[in-house]
């Protein structure tokens, strides 16, 4: 499947549910949010039905997302049927990572080939302002329970938030350096409940490479830069939707929850 630009799109990003078990502050607002409507929720039927469809016209990774896909009921019964599709070459998942003790093994034994985790602070009680009352140990609990799974390869994401988290750049890409993760750190888009954030909010990834003047340039991977420390056996990686335009490499379409297309 190409576009009229020519890029080949081979990846899909699928929406499970708008509901999260966090507020995060630049994601959802503290109260009053009006989530969809049970009925406007894609089935596991139709979500299947999409994805049979995708992979048809040259799909081959499916990544499931939320809100935190893990709080839909029967998440793992769908990761089941996905990857027993013909032509899905990866599945993998982005989670906050709390719920992860609960169903890291199952997720794994269900084919789920990868995980994508947030993780913006090791501070706890940062941790708990930015998520409105998350735990940071239910997090690395989940960053444990994944491990313990079998799954490798997992990519932490850090949002970048100038003022809240600039300072732990260092001890975040350490997580990065018995190669157990890699570590993507990611600038944060004056859009939804951000956009009238103070500019200084908004931090370049430029950041990183100032943090940590040893990291040494790889090729890309899909939109990320990705970068290694000397000696270190995990991979750096940037994503700057805000200060490179990285479109051109762009091979994604996404499923939003309620069945449009982007």
Same mark, same amino acid.
């Given at each position: 499947?190409?576009?009229?630009?020519?890029?080949?799109?081979?990846?899909?990003?699928?929406?499970?549910?708008?509901?999260?078990?966090?507020?995060?502050?630049?994601?959802?607002?503290?109260?009053?949010?009006?989530?969809?409507?049970?009925?406007?929720?894609?089935?596991?039927?139709?979500?299947?039905?999409?994805?049979?469809?995708?992979?048809?016209?040259?799909?081959?990774?499916?990544?499931?997302?939320?809100?935190?896909?893990?709080?839909?009921?029967?998440?793992?019964?769908?990761?089941?049927?996905?990857?027993?599709?013909?032509?899905?070459?990866?599945?993998?998942?982005?989670?906050?990572?709390?719920?992860?003790?609960?169903?890291?093994?199952?997720?794994?034994?269900?084919?789920?080939?990868?995980?994508?985790?947030?993780?913006?602070?090791?501070?706890?009680?940062?941790?708990?302002?930015?998520?409105?009352?998350?735990?940071?140990?239910?997090?690395?609990?989940?960053?444990?329970?994944?491990?313990?799974?079998?799954?490798?390869?997992?990519?932490?994401?850090?949002?970048?938030?100038?003022?809240?988290?600039?300072?732990?750049?260092?001890?975040?890409?350490?997580?990065?350096?018995?190669? !157990?993760?890699?570590?993507?750190? #990611?600038?944060? %888009?004056?859009?939804?409940? $951000? *956009? =009238?954030?103070? /500019?200084? &909010?908004?931090?370049?990834?430029?950041?990183?490479?100032?943090?940590?003047?040893?990291?040494?340039?790889?090729?890309?991977?899909?939109?990320?830069?990705?970068?290694?420390?000397?000696?270190? !056996?995990?991979?750096?990686?940037? #994503?700057?939707? %805000?200060?490179?335009?990285? $479109? *051109? =490499?762009?091979? /994604?379409? &996404?499923?939003?929850?309620?069945?449009?297309?982007?």
């Amino acid at each position: 499947m190409n576009d009229q630009y020519g890029r080949r799109i081979d990846y899909m990003r699928v929406s499970v549910t708008d509901r999260c078990n966090l507020r995060c502050v630049y994601c959802m607002p503290g109260e009053g949010f009006s989530f969809l409507p049970h009925e406007d929720i894609l089935s596991f039927e139709e979500i299947e039905r999409v994805c049979r469809i995708g992979v048809r016209l040259g799909i081959t990774k499916i990544k499931l997302t939320g809100g935190e896909p893990l709080v839909r009921r029967g998440i793992v019964d769908l990761c089941r049927s996905l990857r027993a599709i013909n032509g899905v070459r990866e599945l993998t998942m982005t989670t906050n990572g709390a719920l992860l003790p609960q169903y890291a093994a199952e997720l794994k034994q269900a084919g789920v080939d990868r995980l994508n985790i947030s993780l913006d602070t090791l501070n706890e009680d940062k941790f708990a302002s930015l998520t409105r009352g998350g735990s940071l140990a239910d997090a690395l609990a989940g960053l444990d329970a994944a491990w313990n799974a079998g799954f490798r390869g997992t990519k932490l994401n850090a949002v970048l938030l100038g003022g809240v988290n600039a300072d732990e750049i260092p001890a975040l890409a350490q997580l990065a350096q018995d190669g !157990k993760y890699e570590v993507r750190f #990611i600038e944060l %888009m004056p859009i939804g409940e $951000c *956009a =009238d954030w103070p /500019r200084e &909010r908004f931090l370049s990834a430029d950041a990183v490479l100032h943090a940590l003047p040893e990291l040494q340039r790889l090729p890309n991977e899909g939109v990320a830069e990705r970068y290694q420390m000397p000696g270190w !056996k995990g991979k750096i990686g940037l #994503i700057r939707p %805000m200060s490179h335009r990285f $479109c *051109a =490499d762009c091979d /994604r379409i &996404r499923v939003t929850a309620d069945g449009r297309l982007k």
